[in-house]
């Protein structure tokens, strides 16, 4: 977060320097005529804003969140949670302190991805 803090100057002259006066759409734009993107680095991850216009009216506007990258069935978070591994402690010993290590160790992994999001943790041994 402190490093994200370090670089939002940066960041800001750069989007300053990219907009043309006067409007709100960026240069070097390749999207097509009546479209916009935006994508910020936010704490959780990529924030991204499109949105689609016609006569001068919003006619689609989408957001991908990060929650949504983070949590895709291929994300981090899953990637994260099939890395975590006890399989050498349960072929010794497959017993509740094993599994309650397991729990926990899943429970900070996918509170340090987003804290923000809830979920339902199930263990099957």
Known sequence: RLLELV?????LSFILNTIDSGSFSFKNNNLVSGEGLAVV???RGALVHWLK???NVITDYR???PTEWNFHPRGVAIKGLESI???SLFKENP?????EILQQQSKLWLSAIDPC???Q???IS
Not at 7 to 11: F, G, N, Q, T, V
Not at 95 to 99: A, E, F, R, V
Request: glycine share 0%; charged share 30%.
């Open 95 to 99: 017993d509740q302190k094993n599994m």
């Open 41 to 43: 680095e936010a704490a």
């Open 53 to 55: 216009m016609k006569h």
């Open 121 to 123: 943790l199930e263990i």
């Open 7 to 11: 670089s939002i100057p940066e960041k």
């Open 85 to 87: 591994t006890t399989a």
């Open 117 to 119: 999001v809830r979920y």
């Open 63 to 65: 957001i991908l969140a």
